[in-house]
């Protein structure tokens, strides 16, 4: 399932993001994950993160992969892909099971999270992720990790994550045209969640807002344990539209002047400031004033933190984040994107960088690799409990590779490649 490598196991985290492919090669071993290699590459493939092109999306994730091996000095067979995009769905699900021996065993978990995700959904979408919320056995309600407890009746309240179908398997597909195999189709802002938050935060309640280049993934941890995701179907890239339009000028100009000279609040900008435009066309650059690149700027970015704040209040959580929120996704680089969000979310904000890695981090350390590092965390946690499970027993979480014709697949609930989940969930729910 990994790569041959003559240390440790080698992980891939392949990042397919609506501007960018990135791939993020780790190296796992007893003293944790070392970052080996990184490869970048522009990608014109998706829109709002679901594939509309095969060919400019191989292209890229080729790309991408040719570098980070070539960094890494490996070969990459086998990655862990992410999908997002405003085809994910999230809803609440409940699971019971009769306890067998009178206190919680694995299957028991097992069993109950079988039958949370036994609920009818539409015959063009895919359970992507079943994750627990909160057990119950008989009337003691709040636990966390039931495993042990004595009881005759266990029940969990889970997250159910869904995806369209045809959105994994173009995904798949891609990554198998460029001769990978995928080990795990994982929901990005799990990854980048698992990449920039601590535990503390998990703990007393966070926001997590993922800004992409084509949509903006919200994820909410409350007492430890995710209570909520979904998704904005607004990212950085409509900001580099704006800009386009408002400025007059090529799309990669605009994106150039909005990471070079923009801001996301105006009032920071001097009204002297001023900023060279390309012309589109063969018309000649032109000067124009810095703040009318931060006025284009700041409506779109008041519209994603608006949504958020939406989103956030709908679920009654609000007074629960008392960490705030962790903000990450390559857009969040723009000077006021903290301040703005402060102002909007009213709470504390901070931007959210990959940790919890060796090697050669400095590579790494921008938001904009939270979601492929996190990706190489899951891998090397799947890893790590492939390794240590009891044998017959796999992940009880629900995250699985998603079902093809062709896969061997070890369980009708969870396939054992989900394995890796179930401490990774324990170790933050």
């Given at each position: 399932?990994?790569?041959?490598?003559?240390?440790?196991?080698?992980?891939?985290?392949?990042?397919?993001?609506?501007?960018?492919?990135?791939?993020?090669?780790?190296?796992?071993?007893?003293?944790?994950?070392?970052?080996?290699?990184?490869?970048?590459?522009?990608?014109?493939?998706?829109?709002?993160?679901?594939?509309?092109?095969?060919?400019?999306?191989?292209?890229?994730?080729?790309?991408?992969?040719?570098?980070?091996?070539?960094?890494?000095?490996?070969?990459?067979?086998?990655?862990?892909?992410?999908?997002?995009?405003?085809?994910?769905?999230?809803?609440?699900?409940?699971?019971?099971?009769?306890?067998?021996?009178?206190?919680?065993?694995?299957?028991?978990?097992?069993?109950?999270?079988?039958?949370?995700?036994?609920?009818?959904?539409?015959?063009?979408?895919?359970?992507?992720?079943?994750?627990?919320?909160?057990?119950?056995?008989?009337?003691?309600?709040?636990?966390?990790?039931?495993?042990?407890?004595?009881?005759?009746?266990?029940?969990?309240?889970?997250?159910?994550?869904?995806?369209?179908?045809?959105?994994?398997?173009?995904?798949?597909?891609?990554?198998?045209?460029?001769?990978?195999?995928?080990?795990?189709?994982?929901?990005?802002?799990?990854?980048?969640?698992?990449?920039?938050?601590?535990?503390?935060?998990?703990?007393?309640?966070?926001?997590?807002?993922?800004?992409?280049?084509?949509?903006?993934?919200?994820?909410?941890?409350?007492?430890?344990?995710?209570?909520?995701?979904?998704?904005?179907?607004?990212?950085?890239?409509?900001?580099?539209?704006?800009?386009?339009?408002?400025?007059?000028?090529?799309?990669?100009?605009?994106?150039?002047?909005?990471?070079?000279?923009?801001?996301?609040?105006?009032?920071?900008?001097?009204?002297?400031?001023?900023?060279?435009?390309?012309?589109?066309?063969?018309?000649?650059?032109?000067?124009?004033?810095?703040?009318?690149?931060?006025?284009?700027?700041?409506?779109?970015?008041?519209?994603?933190?608006?949504?958020?704040?939406?989103?956030?209040?709908?679920?009654?959580?609000?007074?629960?984040?008392?960490?705030?929120?962790?903000?990450?996704?390559?857009?969040?680089?723009l000077p006021g994107m903290i301040e703005f969000a402060e102002e909007i979310l009213g709470m504390p904000v901070r931007v959210g960088l990959p940790t919890g890695i060796?090697?050669?981090?400095?590579?790494?350390?921008?938001?904009?690799?939270?979601?492929?590092?996190?990706?190489?965390?899951?891998?090397?946690?799947?890893?790590?409990?492939?390794?240590?499970?009891?044998?017959?027993?796999?992940?009880?979480?629900?995250?699985?590779?998603?079902?093809?014709?062709?896969?061997?697949?070890?369980?009708?609930?969870?396939?054992?490649?989900?394995?890796?989940?179930?401490n990774w969930l324990r170790a933050a729910f």
């Amino acid at each position: 399932m990994s790569n041959a490598h003559s240390q440790g196991e080698i992980v891939v985290g392949l990042d397919i993001g609506t501007t960018k492919v990135c791939a993020v090669v780790g190296e796992v071993d007893a003293d944790g994950i070392t970052i080996l290699g990184v490869g970048t590459s522009p990608c014109r493939g998706l829109r709002r993160g679901i594939v509309v092109n095969i060919d400019w999306t191989v292209r890229s994730i080729r790309d991408a992969i040719d570098a980070a091996q070539t960094m890494a000095g490996v070969e990459i067979r086998t990655v862990y892909a992410g999908i997002a995009g405003s085809h994910v769905r999230s809803q609440i699900s409940d699971g019971v099971a009769a306890i067998s021996n009178g206190e919680v065993g694995r299957t028991d978990v097992e069993r109950a999270l079988e039958g949370a995700r036994a609920i009818p959904i539409d015959a063009d979408r895919q359970i992507l992720h079943v994750i627990p919320r909160e057990y119950t056995v008989d009337s003691q309600d709040g636990i966390r990790d039931p495993i042990g407890i004595s009881g005759v009746r266990l029940g969990v309240a889970v997250n159910l994550v869904t995806a369209a179908t045809n959105c994994v398997q173009n995904v798949i597909r891609c990554a198998e045209r460029c001769g990978l195999t995928v080990a795990d189709v994982v929901l990005q802002p799990l990854a980048s969640s698992e990449a920039v938050l601590s535990d503390d935060e998990k703990e007393i309640g966070v926001a997590v807002i993922d800004i992409g280049g084509g949509t903006t993934d919200l994820l909410l941890y409350v007492d430890g344990g995710i209570a909520h995701t979904s998704v904005i179907p607004v990212g950085g890239q409509y900001i580099t539209s704006d800009v386009a339009h408002g400025l007059r000028t090529p799309i990669a100009e605009a994106d150039r002047l909005k990471r070079l000279a923009g801001c996301a609040l105006g009032r920071m900008v001097a009204d002297d400031e001023e900023i060279e435009v390309p012309g589109v066309g063969g018309h000649p650059p032109r000067r124009a004033a810095r703040r009318v690149l931060s006025d284009l700027i700041e409506p779109r970015v008041e519209e994603i933190f608006a949504a958020a704040r939406q989103r956030i209040e709908a679920t009654g959580m609000l007074e629960q984040l008392a960490a705030g929120a962790v903000i990450t996704g390559g857009s969040v680089l723009l000077p006021g994107m903290i301040e703005f969000a402060e102002e909007i979310l009213g709470m504390p904000v901070r931007v959210g960088l990959p940790t919890g890695i060796k090697g050669i981090t400095q590579l790494v350390h921008g938001p904009e690799y939270a979601t492929a590092v996190g990706l190489v965390k899951y891998g090397a946690q799947a890893i790590s409990d492939a390794h240590h499970a009891p044998a017959g027993l796999t992940g009880s979480a629900g995250l699985g590779a998603p079902r093809r014709e062709g896969r061997q697949q070890h369980s009708d609930v969870v396939p054992k490649k989900g394995a890796g989940l179930w401490n990774w969930l324990r170790a933050a729910f």
